[in-house]
Structure formats: structure tokens, C-alpha cells
């Protein structure tokens, strides 16, 4: 594989994450870069791995994602060497992270994950964040894996209704 080829993997993620105000899925990046026929799979798992390594971006790994944000130093290399991103990639990028900002920004703000505690059951944790800050976190023992398991995923599509009706409850 060509260094300048990875370079432009890596600047394009860059622009990605420094073009939102929230962390971006590695599904996400991925999906881009694959439907825009840039590169395959293989290739831009292992930029993540560069950038993050090289302290680029930040990870944070949750039972059923991986999400990333771009750091100080991310910034400064897209900063220097951004003018490398011809127009075209980066209207194609700006136009996809338009068109699904909603749902990215959702994905990146519903959080549920599950682990096993010390007594032996699960404990399922659901978050919803806004601007950083976490409008409800919730945390709910379970007595197995898979009812831990159906439950993240049922968070995903009740998260909305289950903190309204909270909300409601507790006014």
C-alpha cells in the first residue's frame, strides 16, 4: 500500500471527526470510506490503529462499539496537512455527515452496555447524553447474559419514550 495513500486514509478520518461535535462510530468511518470506494475494510482498521496510536485520536470502546473523537494533535496534523484532501473527498464528506447528522449524533449520545458484577448476575448500564453531559444514566441488575443483552438492544430503540416517561413520572 502506498504511504501516500495511507496518508490521505488518515486525513480523511481526521476531517471526519473534526467536522462534528461528537465522537463518530467506527461503523461509521468505516461505512463511508467503503461506500465511497476509497479503501476496504482491512486497510482503514489499520489507520484507525496508526491514528490512534500516533495520539490522534482518542477511542472509546463499549460492549457493542467503538467510538472516536480527534484530539489536540489531530487537529494540528489536519491543520498542516488538511489542504492534501482534494475538494471533491471533502465535499463528499460533508454532504454524508450532513445528510446523517441526526442519526449519527444519536448513536454516538444512546449508550448501553452490560457487565458482570461481582455477585454473578449482569448489571446493564443505559445512558443518554447531550452536550457531554448525561441527561439520565441508569444502571439495572439483571440475573443473565441474555436478558442483559436484549436489554442494551432495547434501549437503542426505547431510550426516547423510557426517559419521557420518567421524566413524566417523576414531575
Known amino acids: 500500500m502506498a504511504v501516500e495513500s495511507i496518508t490521505l486514509y488518515k486525513l480523511i478520518t481526521l476531517y471526519m471527526l473534526d467536522r462534528v461535535d461528537f465522537p463518530l462510530s467506527n461503523a461509521t468511518i468505516t461505512g463511508f470510506v467503503l461506500e465511497t470506494g476509497y479503501t476496504d475494510f482491512a486497510t482503514i482498521q489499520q489507520v484507525l490503529g496508526i491514528i490512534q496510536d500516533d495520539g490522534l ?13 480527534i484530539t489536540e494533535q489531530g487537529k ?30 444519536q448513536a454516538a ?4 452496555e452490560y457487565y458482570r458484577t461481582t455477585q454473578g448476575d449482569y448489571a446493564v448500564h ?10 439520565i444514566d441508569l444502571t439495572v ?5 441474555d436478558t442483559a443483552d436484549y436489554m442494551c438492544g432495547k434501549w437503542k430503540d426505547s431510550s426516547q419514550s423510557i426517559y419521557e416517561y420518567i421524566i413524566k413520572q417523576l414531575m
Open 57 to 69: 485520536i482518542d477511542v472509546e470502546s463499549s460492549r457493542s462499539s467503538t467510538s472516536y473523537t
Open 76 to 105: 494540528e496534523m489536519l491543520g498542516y496537512f488538511g489542504n492534501k484532501i482534494s475538494d471533491e473527498i471533502k465535499k463528499e464528506v460533508n454532504e454524508y455527515l450532513t445528510k446523517n447528522k441526526y442519526e449519527l449524533k
Open 109 to 112: 449520545n444512546i449508550i448501553s
Open 126 to 135: 443505559c445512558c443518554i447524553k447531550e452536550n457531554g453531559s448525561s441527561l
Open 141 to 145: 441488575s439483571v440475573p443473565d447474559e
